[in-house]
């Protein structure tokens, strides 16, 4: 994998954060308002999806979703594997593609 592949992965990676980090903005920015909320199952399935870290950002710069539900554990938890995983993907980039291509596979998408 060329480093220009490794940055636009990266880069990917890092926009998709941000994106979910606005995304729990605008639902904090909504409970303030009293406006219409972001579900609590798409602010999960966002962390989840590899947006764990811009979840846990927002929750800590933010103090949003700090007590309630699954959120206090769920989002540090998402950010810590997802870091972990963002880590071992740029110091074993072939290794995670062989991963990822072996996973596509069982599942039937590949």
């Known amino acids: 994998m060329t480093l220009e592949t490794r940055l636009t992965f990266v880069a990917i990676y890092a926009l998709w954060n941000v994106v ?43 103090r949003h979703k700090t007590k309630k539900g699954v959120f206090p554990v769920l989002l540090p938890v998402m950010a810590m594997l997802q870091g972990l995983l963002a880590l071992f993907t740029a110091l074993f980039p072939s290794t995670a593609l062989d991963a990822l291509g072996h996973v596509l596979r069982v599942v039937g998408i590949a």
């Open 20 to 62: 979910v980090f606005c995304v729990y903005a605008y639902d904090k920015q909504a409970a303030r308002e009293g406006a219409w909320r972001v579900r609590e199952d798409t602010l999960i399935l966002l962390a989840i999806a590899l947006g764990g870290i811009g979840a846990f950002a927002c929750q800590k710069w933010l």
